[in-house]
């Protein structure tokens, strides 16, 4: 069982940086690869994939629309996983999730575990 709990999350100028952090409880977490998704409100909005990072934290993968701006990491010691976002672009409130399975995969369907997400706004 793994419980996880982001943080982080506020309204932020474009051009701006935000570091999102998900703190996992469990033993196992060095076991799972996580993720991050985001969601815009509305309905059918999907949780579309942002950012992964293997178990080991040595391989990670990102969307294109973030690549070179946002870094995934993890410190397994702390059981936490973070999201560095530079150079955000502007955009209305959307929540992001960090998710946790035992396989990393770029869609969030399949991903055992999840947390309430935190809302990030990127105001123009």
């Known amino acids: 069982q793994v419980q996880l709990v982001e943080s982080g999350g506020g309204l932020v100028q474009a051009g701006g940086s935000l570091r999102l952090s998900c703190a996992a409880s469990?033993?196992?977490?060095?076991?799972?690869?996580m993720a991050w998704f985001r969601q815009a409100p509305g309905p059918g909005k999907e949780r579309d994939f942002v950012?992964?990072?293997?178990?080991?934290?040595?391989?990670?993968f990102y969307a294109d629309s973030v690549n070179g701006r946002f870094t995934i990491s993890r410190d397994n010691a702390k059981n936490t996983v973070y999201l560095q976002m530079n150079g955000l672009t502007p955009e209305g409130p959307a929540v992001y999730y960090c998710?946790?399975?035992?396989?990393?995969?770029?869609?969030?369907?399949?991903?055992?575990?999840w947390g309430p997400g935190t809302q990030v706004t990127v105001s123009s």
């Open positions: 998710a946790a399975d035992r396989l990393l995969r770029g869609t969030a369907g399949g991903y055992e575990y």
């Open positions: 469990g033993r196992t977490f060095s076991s799972y690869a």
């Open positions: 950012a992964g990072i293997s178990w080991s934290g040595a391989s990670t």
